[in-house]
């Protein structure tokens, strides 16, 4: 079956929050279960694979109807970058394709932000944000000439949540809510 591993890990997901863990038990879980799933780079449907020229692109593949998690396949060309955002929930970044550099930000209490540490995700790895320690950060493609991809999964329906981006200098902040660059999920059910 086509989607049986993506079926898999939605029901995985659904099983942990089921149980209303404390979000150090949904990292950890949950990091086990986004590594298992991109463990192996055979699962993603093509069109949720595919980058955009000038923008990374966030297809939505599965949402909770209760809005506890959603995952999303982020997709990115050559080049492409974040610019400094929070997410205002816990997110697991699961490296399906490629390499991804993370840099962390600090925000100090006059919002000034300061960069920390930097993070390469390669593929099989997993990383996490959380807001109770680690929530902004900037995200880039390691590679300028070639794709790559990673497997968010995160505490809410990410696509509505209002979050902010950054001046990663002044720390002036701006709010916004992503979306989703596809009307269509894969069929889990096919
Ligand atoms: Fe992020």
Redesign the pocket.
């Known amino acids: 079956m086509k989607n049986e591993k993506l079926l898999a890990f939605a029901q995985g997901m659904s099983r942990l929050l089921e149980t209303r863990p404390a979000e150090p038990d949904i990292l950890r879980d949950g990091s086990v279960l986004l590594a298992a799933l991109v463990a192996q780079d055979d699962w993603l449907p093509e069109q949720f694979a595919v980058p955009h020229p000038q923008y990374y692109q966030q297809y939505l593949l599965y949402a909770d109807p209760l809005e506890r998690f959603s995952m999303v396949s982020f997709v990115w060309g050559p080049g492409q970058k ?1 610019p400094v ?1 929070d ?1 205002m929930t816990w ?1 697991l970044i699961g490296m399906l394709r490629g390499k991804e550099v993370e840099t962390h930000y600090l925000r100090d209490a006059h919002g000034a932000m300061t960069p920390g540490r930097c993070v390469t995700l390669l593929p099989g790895q997993v990383g996490s ?1 959380s807001p109770t320690t680690h929530d902004i ?1 900037e ?1 880039a493609n390691f590679y300028a000439d070639q794709t790559s991809i990673s497997i ?1 999964v995160y505490g809410g329906n990410i696509g509505r949540i209002h979050r902010h981006v950054f001046d990663p200098v002044t720390g002036a902040e701006k709010s916004f809510v992503s979306g989703y660059c596809s009307d269509v999920v894969p069929n889990l059910w096919s």
């Open positions: 974040t955002h997410h997110g944000v950060h995200v968010h």
